[in-house]
């Protein structure tokens, strides 16, 4: 018997539950009890591993597991030359270089000759390192953003999503190392299934970006709508039992929606429904 694919993901944090959102989206059946470490798929030959976020990329890497979704900023920390299969656009976050408010550096050049403390050690080495400029790495496991107050470095870096860590901590950055988000890794040879695992979350994350629209349209301002509507391709027009109305269908980015519909309706476009995508394979 073939053995199931295996795919390592959060047991816990920030990208636990978009994670389980995502296999679940992708159509995929399996218990995600809270303590599982391993939950088998009901309908495709998949096992999920849970794990510690900061595990799976060796956990991919020595075999464990084909297969793993954590953070590009702990790929880019293990050093590990794992292949990125697709990234999921959650978890956003940016690796930032961060200085006490009141410290004189405006920028990362800035930093040059600093005691900087940071638990993305590597990282932070082979960034300043590939500028040429010599600074002190403190490693820390955590509570990175005190370091300063505490007299452990000059600067820090750390993982930022909003800022309001920084500025909770007379912190303000002067730039940015890296920017994260959640990707899909693989090990090597992991193909046939893996592929399909790979197609099957592309879909979905490509479908969340996107709008099925339909509308009826005067037939005479076709070329205008048409003209409107940024999707993929070419829209679908069908004809309506009035000779002089059309349906037009699009797949529109929805980031582009809010100042899209106005201009369609400007241009005669009536009876608009915009749908979630479920599923997108472009």
Not at 28 to 44: G, K
Not at 144 to 157: F, K, S, T, Y
Request: aromatic share 4%; with cysteine; proline share 6%.
């Amino acid at each position: 018997m073939t053995s199931p694919l295996r795919l390592a993901v959060p047991n816990k944090g920030r990208l636990l539950e978009p994670t389980v959102g995502l296999l679940r989206d992708a159509g995929l059946v399996f218990d995600a009890r809270e303590r599982s470490l391993v939950s088998r798929c009901e309908n495709f030959p998949l096992e999920i591993l849970f794990a510690r976020t900061e595990d799976i990329v060796e956990f991919v890497g020595d075999g464990v597991a084909d297969m793993g979704i954590t953070g590009g900023n702990l790929l880019e920390e293990s050093g590990r030359t794992l292949e990125v299969r697709a990234e999921l656009h959650y978890g956003r976050c940016r690796l930032d270089a961060a200085v006490p408010s009141d410290a004189p550096a405006q920028g990362i050049s800035d930093l040059e000759g600093c005691r900087i403390a940071t638990s993305h050690p590597a990282t932070a080495e082979r960034f300043f390192r590939g500028l040429g400029m010599r600074v002190e790495i403190v490693p820390l496991s955590g509570a990175v953003e005190v370091a300063p107050r505490m007299g452990l470095a000059d600067a820090i870096v750390d993982l930022v999503s909003t800022g309001s860590t920084l500025l909770v901590n007379g912190l303000r950055s002067v730039g940015t190392l890296l920017s994260s988000q959640a990707v899909l890794v693989a090990g090597p040879g992991a193909d046939g299934p893996a592929n399909e695992v790979v197609t099957m979350l592309q879909a979905v994350v490509d479908g969340r970006e996107q709008r099925y629209v339909m509308m009826n349209a005067p037939l005479a301002r076709l070329a205008e709508i048409e003209a409107l509507l940024p999707g993929l391709g070419s829209p679908s027009v069908v004809p309506l039992a009035r000779g002089d109305m059309v349906a037009v269908h699009a797949v529109v980015a929805a980031d582009e929606m809010w100042g899209l519909l106005g201009r369609l309706r400007g241009a005669g476009a009536s009876g608009i429904l915009v749908l979630p995508i479920e599923l997108l394979i472009r």
